[in-house]
């Protein structure tokens, strides 16, 4: 198996590929949110990723490219205020909102298959996983790395970063996340969409993507002994 060199952006320097479990190795990519047809921005994230899992098949390794559905989590703005995009064109369109995902799911696989990239090892939803998400959300949690502050979950950077160093790559943590704290999970929404769950209405999108990635075994050791 050739050697594959990549630059590891926490020293700086150029170092050999070297799996956790070789020659198994886990990818995840976080996927489109599916409310609205995908544009050439989104193609560049996806085409990239397609290049390097077809170079490390070329180089033997056996992967597992996961790359999921975000079919909930993403807000209209920036503020916990701010509507669900499906939920909203959803109700504009007035139709169901899986019925949105559905369409623009399809629409992207089809404009994908037009740039000849692979299909993923595995495709899941951000909904499949709410008991993955759920669960990494209760760990921070009982870590004492997150706290609730009216339903809605906040990660705590400080503190975190005191203990394991967070914000290394990027030289340290932001004014913004010092004065803004990360969400993990979010509470406050216009439309009444409510859920049934632990923590306030919906899990903010990058807590949808870690749970995921958990519950597709990204990270397991060795994908040959995975559970169907």
């Known amino acids: 198996m050739e050697d594959l060199f990549v630059y590891n952006t926490l020293t700086r320097k150029k170092e050999?590929?070297?799996p956790l479990n070789p020659p198994f190795v886990g990818m995840y990519v976080c996927g489109p949110t599916v409310y609205s047809d995908v544009h050439m921005g989104n193609c560049?994230?996806?085409i990239s990723f397609d290049i390097m899992f077809r170079y490390l098949l070329h180089l033997g390794y056996?992967?597992?490219y996961v790359r999921n559905i975000t079919d909930v989590g993403h807000l209209?703005?920036?503020a916990d205020a701010g509507e669900d995009k499906i939920l909203k064109k959803a109700r504009l369109q007035q139709v169901e909102p899986m019925e949105i995902?559905?369409?623009y799911s399809h629409g992207f696989r089809e404009v994908m298959a037009l740039?000849?990239?692979l299909p993923p090892s595995v495709e899941p939803t951000a909904t499949g996983h709410l008991i993955e998400q759920i669960e990494m959300t209760q760990a921070?949690?009982?870590n004492g790395y997150a706290y609730e502050v009216d339903g809605t979950i906040y990660f705590d950077v400080e503190k975190y970063s005191k203990a394991h160093g967070y914000g290394d790559l990027?030289?340290?943590i932001s004014k913004n996340c010092r004065k803004e704290p990360a969400t993990i999970w979010k509470v406050r929404t216009k439309n009444a969409d409510a859920w049934t769950l632990p923590f306030g209405k919906r899990p903010n999108p990058s807590t949808s993507c870690v749970g995921t990635a958990l519950g597709d075994r990204v990270f397991q050791d060795g994908i040959s002994n995975a559970q169907p």
């Open 115 to 117: 740039f000849n990239t």
């Open 101 to 103: 995902v559905q369409r």
């Open 170 to 172: 990027s030289g340290g």
């Open 62 to 64: 056996k992967v597992r």
């Open 44 to 46: 560049r994230t996806f």
């Open 16 to 18: 050999k590929f070297v």
């Open 76 to 78: 209209t703005d920036d």
């Open 140 to 142: 921070i949690m009982d």
